[in-house]
């Protein structure tokens, strides 16, 4: 699959998503169904910025790194989008829940890069 088919297909994706989020969040009503609804809310939302910051990623990557290889800009934005996506979501949900502080936000941020130096420290060791 070529870069720019994977773009399109990701941008028309997120597209979809970010309508399909605008129309839950104006048809669904979290009383009615409260736990359909609240899933949907935070499923569209989630993928939503998922595609939203893997693009943006990539694009700020190409802008500033020229000399890394597509595949390479690809994984990073995808994996960093999925990690961003995720702590906006369960920044949301701990809010709802009333439990958001700067402890919880600070916990979830070391688990995460905790993780992403994972990620890179298995990529090291394959080269």
Known sequence: MTVRKYFTILT????IFWLLWIAVVNLLRPDDNAWLSVSLFYLT????CLGTFTIVGYYWRRLLS???ITLTRMNIALRQGF???LLICLCL???SMNK???L???IILIILSLVEFLFLSAIKSED
């Open 100 to 102: 958001l502080s700067a």
């Open 104 to 106: 919880a936000v600070f």
């Open 12 to 15: 028309i994706t997120t597209i």
């Open 83 to 85: 990690f961003f996506s």
């Open 93 to 95: 949900l701990l809010q």
């Open 45 to 48: 939302f989630f993928f939503s």
């Open 66 to 68: 020229p000399q890394l």
